[in-house]
Structure formats: C-alpha cells, structure tokens
C-alpha cells in the first residue's frame, strides 16, 4: 500500500483490517477453467511486479480454496495441477523473502497467504497433486519460520514472534504439515534442553534472548497439540517421531535436573510432557477400539 505512490490524508485512510477485506472482495477475478497460463517468476530489479504477483497468486490460491470446481479439475486432469503448484511455489517464494526479515506493521495479507497455503494443505485430493512438486519449498518455509523466532533479538521483537508464532499454528493445524511442525520444534527444544543442561553444569553463560525466544515454541506446541488436525480427521499423533521420543525418554530427568536453575523453563517442559503423554494415551486408546 506504502508503494502505491500515492498520498492519502488522515481522513482517506483506511484501516488495514478494512482495506484487506476491501481489496479481497472488489478484486476477485472469476474462477476460470484450468489450465491457467504461466507467469514468469519476478526479479528483483522490479519489486512492483514482485508485489502485484503475490496478491495475484494470493487471490487465485484462495479463490480455488473456496471453490468445489478445483477438485474436478485435478481429479481428472493431473497435468493440469502444475499451474495450481507454480502458484503455490511463487506464493511461497514471497513468503519465504518477507519471513525472513518481517517487520512491524505486518499486513492482514500475509496472514492470509499462510490460512489460505494450510486450507490447500488440509485437502488430501488438493494437497496430494499440488504440495508434492513443491515440498522442499514448503519444508524450507517452516525452518524461515522457525528461524524468524529464534533469531529475533530486537527488543520490541515480541509483537512479531507474535504474529510468525500464528503462522506455524496455522501450519500446524493441517494433517499433512502437523508431522514436519511438530518435528522441527521438538528438534530445536531438545537442542536447547541439552544446551542448557551443559550450561548449568558448567556454571557458564546462557544466551539470554535465546532462552526467551524458546518460550515462543513451548506456545506454538501447545496451541497444535491441542487442536484438532484439518482435513483427516482420524489422524493421531505419530509417536514415531524421533523428536518426541528423545523429549520423552529424558523429560523426568531434565526437569529435576533443570528445575532449580530454570523452574519456569523446567514448567513449560512439564507441560509438554503432559500433552504429549496424553496424546499418546488417547492414540492407544483409539486404535484398541472396534
């Protein structure tokens, strides 16, 4: 909006809740047979067409989200589904340059990309022709992430870890990323538990911002431990995971190792643990029934 090149007095000026849903609503283009034509990707040299391209692509994505005639078309016509991809990947691609250096104010647009990715994601037919041409893209999207948390050391960053801690929920909420998401947090908890564990018995210096950007994560876990899966519904929880069985099998002994140097941390470790046994408890619990 700010590169619109236009001045708006106090009085013109939309809020961006309103604005969003203006320009979503009054900028739908019709919902057209695939297949669609290709773009070519966008360079730097013309961030214009960089930002008219992501609301296009972002528009299209989520048009397709809300329409049953998308489905028909790559039921049938599987060749068909590599536009749908090349839009995912470019979407993806914007995504993944804002993420990794996101600031504050942060548009409703953004937001948007990622529900509208995760209702695309959460659709097996959708997911199963699409994702699969752009997994690695997806994959490093979840790690950007990830990394626009922990690497955050501004001090006014946690309005932002707010709103990125948001889209890995988001993320997580579908079926078919709740496995990654899940994965890539408990493989950064338990990095920082042993890291931590070794501080403590040294008497060294911990990494103060560290510390407090991992709390992020503690929420992000609960809030997509606690909700159920989009899409397949039946799922349970993968106790598979080589993530969650290391933070299992030595939770007791880093909480009373931790416990008097770091209670609050060695609190939220406890807390884990008790959505993670019990999620286990209710996976057992359903496969032994009839």
Known sequence: MDDSGCVLSNEQRNEPAELSQHFVESTDPPLLPLPLEKRPRTTLENPLSSHMQFFQHLLELKKWTESSSLKVYLTHFEKDSSTVSDSVSQLLDALITFYRNPKLPFSS???EAVGTLARLASDFNLSNHIFKRCSKKLEEFEKTLLQAILENNSINRFQVQRYVSQSLVTLGSCSL???SIISLLLSEV?????DLGAIDQ???IYDVTRYENIFSLFWILEQVLQQAPQGDRTAHMDHSIPEMQ??????DEVIFRLSDAFPLFAFYLWRLGVLLNSAEMETVKNESLP
């Not at 338990?190 to 042993?194: G, I, P, R, T």
């Not at 290391?246 to 939770?251: E, G, I």
Request: aromatic share 20%; no cysteine.
């Open 202 to 204: 040294d008497q060294g």
């Open 109 to 111: 647009f953004w937001t």
């Open 177 to 179: 990323l709740r496995k």
């Open 190 to 194: 338990n990095s920082f538990v042993d």
């Open 246 to 251: 290391t933070f299992l099998q030595k939770h």
